[in-house]
C-alpha cells in the first residue's frame, strides 16, 4: 500500500505560515511593551541599624542630577562620625568621607547593580539598589512598602 505524499507547498500553506508568524510576532511586541521586566522602577534604599530610613527611599529613575546624603552624627548617635552617600542616576550608589577603621565600603566604589549593597559594618549602615518588584528574598532585610511578610 503506496501512499503519494506531496511536500509541495500551496497558496493555502504560505497563507497559514505567513499568518502564524505575523500574529507571533504581534504577541511578542505586545507582551514585551506591557510586562518588561527591566522597566521596573529602581529605588535607592538606605539602612541604618538595621531600620529602613524611609525618608531617604529615593527613586532612582526620576532623578536628574546626582545627589549627596549625608547622614549626621547628631541625628544617628550610633555613627562613629558623618557618613556620606552619593547616588547618581548612570553611576549608582557610592560612599565616601566615611569614619571608619578600614573603609572597605569606600573602597568599594560605584554600584549601579540591583540588590548588590554598599556596607559599612562599624557604622552599621547598608545602601542599596531596589527594583519596585524586589521581595524580601532580593534584599537582605528590604523595606516592605505594599506587604508585610512574616
Known sequence: MNKNISLKFR???ILIIAISI????VLVIVILLT???YSNKR???IYHNNTCLEQYRIDLDTLDEPLEIVL???D????????TIYIDPKNGIKVDNVTCPNHTCVKQGW????????LCLPNDV???ITTSSSNGDDVIGGCFYEKEIY
Do not use: A, H, Q
Open 11 to 13: 497558496i493555502f500553506d
Open 22 to 25: 505575523l500574529v507571533s510576532v
Open 35 to 37: 510586562n518588561n521586566p
Open 43 to 45: 529605588y535607592v534604599e
Open 72 to 74: 549626621k552624627k547628631d
Open 76 to 83: 544617628y548617635p550610633r555613627l562613629l562620625g558623618d557618613f
Open 111 to 118: 554600584v549601579n547593580v540591583t540588590n548588590l549593597p554598599v
Open 126 to 128: 547598608r545602601v542599596v
